[in-house]
């Protein structure tokens, strides 16, 4: 029942942040067109990347041990969250310095134009909000508050929205690309004003000696970050000029408005499953468990999962009317390749889901690298003969060999849990 009751407001805060994405998205497609919804993607991406190497995998750590050791109270957390500090401190200053002293090599890279260089020194100086709200919200995650955690998300999607249309509206491309740099730093803004009477939120829980050990614990989800921002969003923003290149940045953007539909449902199935399973599987110590619970999550995941990809095939280009303008037309042949690797990408989310919340950090790490390498290098040789659809067979190859990976991964450490489980009652 309580997977039911927390997938089910999580699945409501992620539908607000489709209906968002997708008002956001038709204004992008109004003032600013395929190509403007090529560059917005980059930029998203970069961001992304970004919050992975500062604060991402980070608020994991931060998840998992709270999760661990809230029963003990909010003291046996507090050294947790001191190591977390140390480290999101590091990972901004040198961020920062990145982002400033190379903002017009970044935005060249990007956009393919270098007179967006203020847009990434506005993105720097925002990371210090991203990682503040990324760390507040994952103690809210660990401890199972998931109405104030949700009620965060809702009104800090409200405000973004609101935000980033009135800056599309004014500026145009320009508007957008500053409200995609700034908006986290706008939901730090409400998760702050959300949990500052909260009993955990005081500076010595955050700021003291760090535990040497339980630094490195947390250097191990750190490291994570680093590879997530070098790998993932990186990957995109390669295959993404790719496309560019090979067939125009018109054909990017279209690619880039079907990922913006992909990634909204695949969202409302997954960040509501994932703030019950993550925490959950975290605190699990027993095979029997495991299995009880995981089956449980495939069998309410997988058949929505399926219901909703057919059903946002069969409606593909009523979507393309609602959500964007007739230049995006061509975005329907693009649907059923990006839905086919969506459901196998939601089935290897569960068992992808215990690397991090058991800590399983080089294996992660292997999967993460190998994953994006393998996406770029299939991207290389199907773009230029096919174009955008090049990418998306690309993708369903990955989740394939990701998917078969992951149900490997996960009868290994339900056999490793079952010798635990021996040794423990022998």
Not at 301 to 313: D, F, H, K, Q, R
Not at 377 to 398: D, E, S
Request: aromatic share 12%; glycine share 8%.
């Amino acid at each position: 029942m309580k997977l039911f009751n927390v997938a089910l407001l999580g699945g409501l805060l992620t539908l607000l942040r489709m209906l968002a994405g997708f008002i956001i998205s038709k204004c992008v497609a109004i003032y600013a067109g395929p190509a403007g919804m090529a560059q917005l993607g980059q930029l998203q991406n970069f961001v992304a990347g970004l919050n992975g190497l500062i604060a991402n995998q980070i608020g994991q750590g931060v998840v998992r041990y709270t999760a661990d050791n809230k029963e003990q109270g909010i003291e046996a957390c507090q050294p947790w969250w001191v190591a977390s500090t140390s480290l999101l401190i590091l990972n901004l200053v040198f961020s920062l310095l990145i982002t400033v002293l190379f903002s017009h090599e970044i935005a060249n890279w990007l956009f393919g134009n270098e007179l967006f260089y203020w847009v990434i020194i506005v993105t720097g100086l925002a990371l210090p909000l991203n990682a503040i709200s990324t760390i507040l919200m994952s103690v809210l995650n660990g401890l199972g508050d998931n109405g104030k955690n949700i009620a965060c998300g809702m009104i800090g999607v409200i405000c973004t929205t609101f935000f980033s249309i009135a800056c599309l509206y004014l500026y145009g491309l320009s508007g957008g690309l500053f409200a995609v740099a700034v908006n986290n730093g706008i939901s730090a803004v409400v998760v702050l004003l959300k949990v500052y009477k909260e009993p955990w939120f005081k500076l010595r829980h955050w700021f003291a000696k760090a535990d040497s050990s339980k630094r490195k614990a947390m250097v191990g989800y750190m490291l994570m970050g680093i590879i997530g921002a070098l790998t993932g969003p990186t990957a995109m923003i390669i295959v993404r000029n790719l496309i560019t290149e090979n067939a125009s940045i018109d054909a990017a953007g279209l690619w880039q408005a079907v990922i913006r539909v992909s990634d909204a449902y695949v969202s409302i199935l997954t960040i509501g499953v994932g703030m019950y399973y993550f925490p959950k599987v975290a605190s699990i110590h027993s095979s029997l468990e495991l299995n009880k619970e995981t089956k449980n999550v495939l069998y309410f995941l997988m058949p929505l999962m399926i219901v909703a990809a057919v059903s946002i095939y069969i409606s593909r280009e009523l979507i393309i009317k609602l959500l964007f303008t007739k230049d995006f037309s061509g975005a329907g042949e693009l649907f059923l390749t990006r839905l086919i690797g969506d459901v196998l990408r939601v089935a290897a989310f569960v068992p992808a889901t215990i690397l991090l919340a058991k800590g399983y950090f080089k294996l992660n790490a292997i999967a993460e690298i190998s994953w994006n390498l393998i996406f770029v290098v299939i991207a290389f040789l199907t773009v230029p003969k096919l174009g955008a659809v090049g990418a998306n067979y690309a993708y369903i190859i990955c989740y394939i060999i990701y998917l078969l990976f992951m149900i490997k991964f996960y009868f290994f450490h339900s056999k490793k849990m079952n010798v635990l489980d021996g040794a423990y009652h022998g």
